[in-house]
């Protein structure tokens, strides 16, 4: 069952557990009958996520530290609330004081991501778990102004976590249940528990694949014993005021193929269709969130294995586009289904077209675990994704694609190479993608490689799948205009 939150003007008597927000250039003014002086010998400083359990009238009450009063952010918020979560797991029912410190200004902003950071904190993978020990947290009452500004933006922090909750249990499912065949099969729940009215669902078998020439997605699934699918979902409303096409890689294990990865390489590759994880998840949260915008995710799905059919090194495809491709590493396979993707979502010819993907290591290396790189050929999208960003606390860093770079990926046997040399791996892979974007058609590429999972817990996030991408998509859809045509690189 899932977290409920309502919206109380007092902490109920009946709480098992109150949480008080303490700064930590307050620590002692706050106004809470607390001691200070047991805390402060506790070692607790009021930092950013710190918690400290007491008792105090009759009950325990978890001090959350949320930083200074200066740098309290939503993503402060939400960071504390997901550390709340983990520390009241053990118990049914909060009360939340958390929304103390906030002013009217930014009040709503607090409450969605205090609700987001209460739902991420507590979420679990337990799908093969014998005993398995979920969070017994079901019932929070916030203390707040229940005014109907904050009823919404409780309910879309419910929204957007769950949407994010999707998209992790998806990457967290094992590459050998969650088959491509079960991961478009995902798309059809959240289209079928949707708005009638508003989704609109394809699914393309490997006949229909053939028939459409997607030749990448079909390279990369000729090792595969499962069969290949393409998905196009699509949130289409009634007077939509701009398109946005969506494009997520669905590669639900990725062993390699014939360019095998090391065993220690394939561990966590299950993961590698949290582009397209993250695309579902948005879709799945503007059927609740209702936005005035077209939205239509594209997502190629297949495994990336070593069958004896498999593409081989030298290997030529040719993409929906009609350009061809020499394979030069099966192990940077990912552009190739994306090629044909990125082709179908410019023939719809949206207003622009973003698309997120493992792609490369060569970002982790660039930006470490925690930053999504960002390329494109349009400033005033690029920029639209990176506010999008900032106001969901997904981290994105603006990389270039130097345009002399491109010579990296001339091939003397077909119209490109899937792969440049060993030095800027991320900017080439975008430039790749360039390629099969239509011309003029704003286009903004995520790497997602280092964030979309996650060694560890570390604030909103758990260990495992991270749903990275859906808080960014679902700002992005939600204040989408369309860019000028006109304008791009």
Same mark, same amino acid.
Request: proline share 5%.
């Given at each position: ?7 109380? &003007? ?46 105090? =009238? ?37 009360? &939340?004081?958390?929304?103390? /410190? ?36 079901? $019932? ?75 030749? =990448? ?23 939509? $005021? ?27 590759? $299950? ?78 010819? /949206? ?21 999504? =790189? ?108 369309? /860019? ?6």
């Amino acid at each position: 069952m899932p977290v409920t939150a309502t919206l109380v &003007s007092s902490v109920p008597a009946r709480a098992e557990i109150v949480a008080l927000p303490v700064r930590s250039d307050r620590l002692g003014d706050e106004p809470y009958d607390l001691d200070w002086k047991l805390l402060k010998a506790l070692g607790f400083e009021g930092k950013d996520g710190q918690i400290q359990m007491v008792a105090a =009238g009759g009950r325990p009450v978890a001090v959350v530290g949320m930083g200074t009063s200066a740098e309290l952010t939503p993503a402060v918020i939400r960071r504390a609330s997901a550390s709340l979560a983990r520390a009241a797991s053990g118990c049914g029912w909060l009360a &939340s004081s958390l929304l103390d /410190p906030a002013t009217e200004e930014n009040r709503s902003a607090f409450a969605q991501a205090h609700l987001e950071g209460l739902i991420l904190g507590s979420y679990g993978y337990h799908a093969h778990k014998s005993d398995p020990k979920p969070s017994k947290l079901k $019932k929070v009452s916030m203390v707040a102004p229940a005014s109907s500004e904050m009823r919404e933006a409780v309910a879309k922090g419910r929204c957007v976590a769950e949407a994010v909750c999707v998209a992790r249990d998806l990457a967290n499912e094992p590459g050998g249940s969650l088959t491509p065949e079960k991961l478009a099969a995902a798309a059809r729940r959240i289209a079928e528990d949707g708005d009638g009215d508003g989704y609109k669902l394809e699914i393309w078998g490997k006949e229909k694949i053939n028939a459409e020439r997607l030749g =990448g997605l079909l390279g990369v699934n000729r090792g595969s014993e499962q069969e290949p699918r393409f998905v196009r979902l699509e949130w289409d409303p009634p007077g939509a $005021k701009g398109f946005l096409a969506l494009v997520g890689k669905g590669i639900t294990f990725d062993s390699g193929g014939l360019s095998i990865k090391p065993a220690t390489g394939m561990e966590t590759m $299950k993961m590698d269709m949290s582009g397209a994880a993250a695309v579902l998840g948005a879709l799945k949260a503007a059927g609740t969130l209702k936005p005035s915008v077209r939205v239509a995710g594209f997502i190629p799905i297949t495994d990336n294995m070593t069958g004896g059919d498999a593409t081989r090194p030298g290997d030529v495809l040719r993409i929906r586009n009609g350009k061809t491709v020499e394979v030069l590493n099966t192990d940077a396979e990912g552009r190739l289904v994306l090629a044909d993707a990125l082709s179908l979502a410019s023939e719809a010819r /949206p207003d622009a077209i973003l698309d997120l993907a493992t792609l490369t290591g060569a970002c982790m290396v660039a930006l470490g675990a925690k930053v999504a =790189g960002l390329m494109g050929n349009h400033a005033d999208f690029i920029a639209a994704v990176q506010q999008a960003a900032e106001r969901s606390g997904e981290r994105v860093w603006n990389l270039p694609l130097p345009a002399d770079y491109r010579k990296q990926l001339d091939s003397e046997v077909a119209d490109i190479k899937n792969i440049g040399n060993r030095w800027g791996g991320t900017l080439t892979a975008g430039l790749f993608l360039a390629e099969f974007v239509a011309d003029g058609i704003p286009w903004a590429h995520l790497d997602i490689a280092g964030p979309a999972w996650c060694d560890s817990t570390d604030g909103e996030t758990s260990r495992g799948g991270t749903g990275f991408g859906v808080r960014l998509l679902v700002e992005l859809i939600s204040r989408f205009q369309p /860019p000028g045509r006109g304008e791009c690189d």
